[in-house]
């Protein structure tokens, strides 16, 4: 019997080596040949020192243990891992450094990690951005739940491009994507970049990545509204001019020069057509530091001369304002109110003062700066006209009348919108009226007033006609001249309030003639065209 055992032993110990040694074998195989991973890390280019870790994963993309270095040596964001033998076609690439912000144009300040999972079997050539670090925890989750990692990538880069608007079914892996390479593909990538980038800094961009990550890591779907708004916030009003020639710049001055894909028009198409909502806008509140402020008061207000106002608004970060003042104030005597500015060189740099005539004054707010303000007083007695103009547009989005001095009203006053429509009054020259949309011709008339008063429609070109509806008229005299195709209005009674309904039938042009006082070189003349 214990010879037996014995026997037994010795052959139990000679099954275990043998086993042992077939595991080692099995390992052996299992063993990929050496393998170089290279690729290009991008935000922007990656600088150099950037820190790389190549982390192996196994079939479930957990961490084996086994892990690689390198970093980055040029400033082009190129990467090299020379030589390694993996166990598992699965890793994890995770980048550490600074970039070059294409939006801002500049050096980021602080580090950003970027991250990708990729199977070097299918390419050793892997590139870490936007797009990749955003797909991470997706693909683990459906890894995780029984998809192949084939099926993972492809659903999870999905699922981040339809956050952009980008839906295209034959993209490539998002780490074989470049910035700096021309194609349909390579712009989506850049597109998404500038998206998420914004105006934001390092951290503030981390943190979006992160969050976006973790919300659509379960369905795919990014449910956290106020991160999808925050993304149309920033991008809206970007400047995509200058982010074209802040990357091209970047890549010339480090002796590369690059063809860059056309991003432009997928920026824009995620503009028009995300869902989430775009909750920005320039602000008047109703003071400023000098006093109240003239954009936020009420159309045909009365103000008080000789104290301090103030013209301000809050302009968020890539928006413009452009605020033009009319003084239409009557002589009285030999002088006419007038509106006064005062402030600081820095004070004045914040509105700038791109036009100032004697009638006319335009500002522009300085780019960059968020509450712009000036210090404005109104002397003598008198009325003018504000018009608002935001983010370039071509017509303004306000017009309002005020008027100062005496209480009597000695100004003329054009409400924006009489009884019947706008008021061509108040609309500003060389506006487009729509054929057949009833207007007014509305004017109140200063309470101490000793003249005549007209105001004339000339028609000067077009087969259409204008058209007014005589018992809507509120003006002393109107008269229509067929043979001029003119329009007459007038009106000498003080403090009268004048209105008249107007339309316009087919296409045509016009000329809006004003005389306040019966005198020629007090005349005031706009044109409008109507189809």
Not at 188 to 213: D, F, M, P, Y
Not at 227 to 237: A, E, T
Not at 406 to 416: G, H, Q, R, V
Not at 442 to 464: D, E, M
């Amino acid at each position: 019997m214990k010879h037996f055992l014995n026997f037994y032993l010795i052959c139990l110990l000679v099954a275990l080596a043998a086993c042992s040694t077939e595991d080692d074998e099995n390992q052996k195989n299992d063993t990929l040949s050496k393998v170089t991973i290279s690729g290009f890390i991008q935000k922007g280019p990656y600088l150099s020192g950037t820190s790389i870790e190549l982390i192996e994963l196994d079939t479930n993309l957990v961490q084996t243990g086994r892990s690689f270095n390198s970093q980055i040596v040029d400033n082009n964001g190129k990467f090299e891992i020379k030589g390694i033998e993996l166990l598992s076609p699965y890793v994890e690439i995770k980048a550490d450094g600074f970039y070059f912000n294409e939006v801002s144009g500049a050096v980021s300040t602080e580090r950003l990690v970027l991250n990708c999972i990729a199977d070097v079997t299918q390419n050793s050539n892997i590139n870490v951005n936007v797009l990749s670090t955003l797909e991470k925890y997706r693909i683990e989750f459906l890894v995780e739940n029984g998809a192949s990692f084939a099926d993972a990538k492809k659903q999870a880069q999905q699922d981040v491009l339809a956050l952009f608007e980008m839906e295209k079914t034959d993209i490539a892996f998002s780490e074989q994507l470049n910035i700096a390479e021309t194609g349909d593909d390579n712009s989506i990538l850049l597109a998404a970049s500038i998206i998420l980038q914004g105006k934001r800094n390092v951290a503030a961009l981390s943190e979006l990545l992160s969050n976006i990550s973790l919300d659509i890591k379960a369905d795919g779907k990014l449910d956290n509204t106020l991160l999808g708004r925050d993304l149309i916030n920033d991008v809206k009003n970007m400047d995509l001019v200058s982010v074209k020639s802040n990357i091209e710049k970047r890549y010339s001055d480090l002796g590369t020069p690059v063809s860059l894909p056309g991003f432009e028009s997928k920026v824009t198409n995620f503009i028009s057509k995300t869902p989430f909502e775009y909750t920005l806008s320039i602000q008047y509140p109703d003071s400023g530091e000098f006093g109240r402020n003239l954009l936020a008061l009420a159309d045909g207000e009365f103000v008080s001369t000789y104290i301090h106002y103030s013209l301000r608004a809050l302009v968020p970060d890539g928006m413009t304002a452009k605020v033009v003042f009319k003084n239409t104030s009557p002589i009285v005597g030999l002088t006419k109110g007038s509106l006064v500015q005062y402030g600081t060189p820095e004070e004045l740099e914040k509105w700038r003062i791109v036009n100032n005539s004697t009638d006319r004054i335009e500002w522009a707010a300085k780019s960059g700066v968020s509450d712009v303000d000036r210090k404005i007083t109104l002397q003598g007695t008198g009325s003018g006209i504000f018009e608002i103009y935001e983010n370039d547009s071509k017509e303004p989005i306000r017009t309002f009348s005020i008027a100062w001095g005496m209480t009597n009203e000695i100004a003329f006053l054009y409400p924006e919108n009489g009884k019947y429509g706008p008021n061509l009054m108040a609309l500003p020259d060389k506006s487009v009226l729509e054929k057949d949309k009833k207007y007014s011709i509305a004017v109140k008339i200063p309470s101490i007033f000793l003249f005549s008063y007209n105001v004339y429609l000339i028609q000067t070109a077009g087969t259409g006609k204008i058209e007014y509806l005589e018992t809507s008229n509120e003006w002393e005299t109107c008269n229509y001249n067929n043979v001029s195709n003119m329009l007459g209005l007038g009106c000498s009674q003080s403090g009268a309030s004048t209105d008249i309904a107007v339309w316009f039938t087919g296409e045509g042009e016009l000329k809006l003639d004003e005389n306040e006082f019966g005198l020629p070189n007090l005349q005031k003349t706009k044109t409008f065209t109507w189809k």
